[in-house]
């Protein structure tokens, strides 16, 4: 029979073992952050391209003076203008962006005076 030998290892110390849970617990806290910001960023994302359709639409009926009721569809929603007669020489334009659920993702309202 061979005959073990028994080697002892010496153990860590106590502030060893906190300082190894610090480092890893840091490290986990970092990547959840991660991955947090990771995950949400691309609703921001979809929500500025919304935006920047949104501006878009109404720079081109000032533009071209579009002041009629209208559904445009996009890419994934769609824009809507309503027109509303306030008086003789103004209107309440409105625009609204929804995306494909037909929750509103923004607006925009102005009054318009017209000669």
Aim: no cysteine; proline share 0%; glycine share 4%.
């Amino acid at each position: 029979m061979a005959i073990l030998k028994l080697k002892k290892i010496k153990g860590s110390s106590l502030i060893e073992i906190v300082v190894g849970l610090v480092i890893i617990s840091l490290v986990f806290t970092m990547s959840v952050m991660v991955y947090v910001n990771l995950s949400t960023g691309k609703t921001s994302a979809t929500k500025v391209i919304y935006i920047a359709y949104l501006k878009d639409y109404i720079a081109t009926t000032k533009k071209n003076k579009e002041y009629f009721n209208e559904k445009l569809e996009i890419e994934k929603g769609y824009l809507q203008r309503t027109i509303e007669e306030i008086s003789k020489n103004v209107i309440l334009l409105k625009i609204e962006i929804r995306n494909l659920e037909n929750k509103l993702i923004d607006g925009h309202q102005e009054l318009i005076y017209q000669r």
